[in-house]
DNA sequence: ATCACTTACGGGTGACGTAAAAATC
DNA sequence: GATTTTTACGTCACCCGTAAGTGAT
């Protein structure tokens, strides 16, 4: 059989043209590369080079093997990744979530779980995630709403509330107890994390008049709130991710329209139930 | 990159289920099998086995491994076989025939012009000749009627006369000088080659009361006609060519109908003539 | 003189086989 | 006890690099 490293070589000097430029890129010298076309046409039995005392080049046969070599080697590369990447699927709970509190709450559940495998998250709109579940790209996702197909089924698992986060000077922080609506802070320049999925369109709905100050990440956000008095968001969930937001001496309000609680339901396949048995039951017995 | 012989490793594996078996299989033994396996484990960075103390079986990434190596040696073979047939092609002269004669004739001719290259021959149904000018398979083909399409062309390049056959003492050898016909001899017995082409057709056609006793080779034939009182055919070609036939104390009575007489066709792929040109001049001035 | 390829020669990696050990049936 | 896999060890093949040789530009 012919070994690859011949192919190889042979997909060298069809690419650079002489044996020492393929040899150069092949990090071998220029005689063992000589050597290697040889070989292969005493392996093959046939001769793929027209040489003359100092030139050699491929023939028409030669063209023609190199290009069928490259088609080979393309294949071993194909094979080599899709065996990484399977291999890898099997060791990795892959989900997607419409929104950053689940994607932030759910993984460190996951790995305690399942602690011999990887986890990935994801956010992605709600189409995105359908599309990734039907796909197996994703072993499960989390959704804002039901959802219910011929392959899939979907059960509720938590919601969360939405907060307004003010500084105690803010004129609003006043509604501390009893709450308070968008209307009321329509209006008010909010600053907000960029990646937030379906909390991105609603509020903007909510607060047509308001604008909004986006921040690429948590950390820029969460620089920006402490050395700011602008208004912000936080949730029951984040507030309870993130203890140490009390040092920021924000105060959190609840908004008391029903649009600001979201009710999360995870999505999976039918086919898949059975390897996530330990995750849905766990999801049924502690709502997020 | 990982090499051939691991991936043949990897099916051997595959197919017998033990190292022992698909070690022996592979003429090695089988601690190296076990090395092999192991390496190639390594350069996927992936387990591709369950072992336990004695025993090692493919796990879901090594049996999906498995598949793809087995693709992967299967275009390697392609391609080995496909190069060799590839480079046979460049240096052989390959050509179909209707009939023997010129089947016999005319690669002593090719052999002589072009001296570097094979030359390989077959007789064929005219369809299958045709069918077999188109996909590249016959450098050209000599055919019993005229062909032209948008690809291809032909050119008359000889003939060939029947003769019959005969035992001196036979009735109809009175007629040596003027000729027979087919209706003459018709009911007659005849002893003939098997392959001939479409002289079969044509002489059954033409002598629908005969029988024809069939012999497998012209040695076959030779011995037969030998041995026997049988009227049998022979042609100008074929009584050029064995001279040694009058050995045979037959006599040899053209046939006098038109339908006796073969005109040869060369039909050749346009863009092959350049090519052939050689072949082509010579036929055009030695008409076989 | 330089470049490009081939041949010659010596060295080291690594794949192999044998032998032995461990574990299961 | 027989079978199967793994580990250990010594051997040898073979691929490599360096050096030298040949011919062309």
Redo the contacts between chains.
Sequence with gaps: ?????LL?ALCAFYDYGTLSAAAEHLHISQPALSRSMQKLEDL????LFDRTKNRIALN??GK??AS??K???E??N???T???N??SS?HTLSAGYCTPGPMMEMPLHLTQLYPKMKVSSEMEDEETLLKGLKTGKYGFVILSHAYEDEDAISFPCGSESLYFSLIPAHPAALFKDQGLTFSQMNGETFVMVSEIGVWHDLTMNMMPDSKFVLQDSLEALSAVVNASTLPAFASDLTIRLFRSNENSGRIFIPITDPEAVLHYHCAILKKNIGKYARWISYLKENYI
Excluded at 44 to 47: A, C, I, N, Q, T
Aim: hydrophobic share 55%; charged share 25%.
């Design positions: 059989m012919i070994e690859i490293y190889e093959l039995g046939v001769s028409e046969t023609m093997a069928m070599a088609r080979i080697l294949s071993e194909d094979m080599i899709a065996v990484r399977y291999d099997l």
